[in-house]
């Protein structure tokens, strides 16, 4: 085994560069101080992202490919929020010196293949030495002409709608937790286990963890469709419908009829994580509530499912992709600005690891009453939170059939 301190950094480059897709928009890629990007909308569009080991990640179950196509996916996903088209990316990468150099260009070759559904081109970053994995990326995009797609344009009577999977990355992270699916993944994703048939396909969850596939051309036709306001869901649903109901000063109510399909493709996936983790009364296993508490914690909390929310005029048909999930409302006096209420005690995400009952993703691991999910490699448990809570959450900006939410509102960065 080759390791990253056997080499120089020109001897690294040198096995990454020609990964690295050159996408149709580039003029000049890596080899000079720095890449030229064609611009003929003559605007840009730009957002950046970090990865961090052991707070987004875990190495002992994410290979470098994981990561590329992880660290690719949650970028591009930004720029498809905004309507726009992604072009480019530039990653920076600190590695530590005991690193296989194999994991390095796994993590292109994730990059290469990620950004190969829209042609965008990888077209340069920085390299550098340090304590644990950190993968940053710059990610560009063109509108074609088009206006923006923002947060802040949803106006009451439209309909709120959805394009990707609604739930499976928390689900997989908890199959990971709970020891249920090997990993790392083959390097191409199988549909099931080998030598094991299961019914909803558990790998197909894990690899909507570790390798996210956004619904990156939902977010053009979403913007040509003319939606009205539209944002990435990589903190949960509950919490970044918050950010676009708090954005455009509405209400969001979700319909849970919607989410019925989404509950019947995770529920296998619950009940074995739910028997695994010891709920129910022993001798009969985990019960009814147990596996639907779950569910509740991965379909509304579980976050880095990295696909789209947008609204639309009534009178719009939505594009193809699109599943109508709600309708946006006049806010109510004394709207929660966070968004979804406050679900008993919201439980914050980090430590060391401690799956929850319900399963949602947190950090590294430790969750509270009701549960953190999305953002990295940790279980939240969101199936056990409480009622509605304090006063400020009788006006909720996002509700579920017209109610309060019972469950935490998904993942956040700086809650421990």
């Known amino acids: 085994m080759t390791r990253v301190r056997d080499l120089s950094e020109e001897q690294i480059l040198e096995r990454i560069v020609p990964l690295l897709p050159r996408g149709s928009a580039t003029l000049l890629g890596p080899g000079d101080d720095a890449a030229v990007l064609a611009a003929p909308d003559g605007r840009f569009v730009v957002s950046t992202d970090v990865l961090v080991e052991d707070r987004h990640f875990r190495a002992r179950w994410s290979t470098g490919y994981d990561v590329g196509r992880r660290a690719a996916a949650q970028n591009l996903a930004d720029i498809a929020a905004m309507g726009a088209r992604p072009t480019a990316l530039v990653t920076s990468l600190v590695v530590p010196g005991e690193t296989d150099v194999e994991w390095v260009t796994g993590l292109a070759k994730g990059l290469a293949d990620g950004c190969a559904p829209v042609g965008a081109g990888a077209v340069g970053g920085d ?3 340090g304590p644990c994995l950190v993968v940053s990326v710059t990610v560009h995009g063109d509108l074609e002409g088009r206006d923006a797609v923002l947060r802040s344009g949803a106006r009451p009577g439209d309909v ?10 928390a689900a997989g992270l908890a199959l990971l937790e709970a020891g249920l699916v090997r990993a790392p993944l083959s390097p191409v994703p199988v549909e099931v286990s080998e030598g094991v048939h299961l019914e909803d396909a558990w790998e197909q969850l894990v690899s909507a ?10 977010g053009v036709a979403a913007a040509e469709a003319g939606a009205t306001a539209m944002l990435d869901l990589s903190d949960g649903l509950l919490r970044d419908a918050g950010r676009l109901a708090a954005a455009s000063g509405v209400r969001l109510d979700l319909d ?6 989404d509950r019947d493709v995770l529920r296998s996936a619950a009940r074995a994580v739910a028997a ?8 009969w296993g985990p019960g009814r509530a147990d596996v639907d508490g779950m569910l509740d914690g991965w379909i509304w909390g579980g976050g880095e499912d990295h696909s789209l929310l947008a609204t639309f005029p009534s009178d719009v048909e939505l594009p193809k992709g699109w599943t109508a999930v709600g309708r946006a409302l006049e806010a109510a006096p004394g709207a929660d600005a966070g968004g979804a209420g406050r679900a008993g005690g919201a439980g914050g995400a980090g430590g060391a690891g401690r799956a929850g009952s319900a399963g949602g993703a947190g950090s590294a691991g430790r969750a509270g009453d009701a549960g953190s999910a999305g953002g990295a490699d940790g279980a939240g448990s969101a199936g056990s939170a409480g009622s509605a809570g304090s006063a400020d959450a009788e006006a909720p900006s996002v509700t579920i059939g017209g109610e309060a939410p019972a469950v935490g509102q998904g993942w956040d960065h700086f809650r421990s």
């Not at 709120?160 to 990355?169: D, K, T």
């Open 127 to 129: 390299l550098s030495s």
């Open 276 to 283: 695994a983790q010891g709920l129910g009364d022993p001798g």
């Open 160 to 169: 709120l709608a959805h394009a990707g999977v609604r739930g499976w990355s």
């Open 256 to 261: 849970p009829g919607a989410f019925a399909a």
């Open 209 to 218: 963890h570790l390798r996210p596939e956004p619904p990156l051309a939902a």
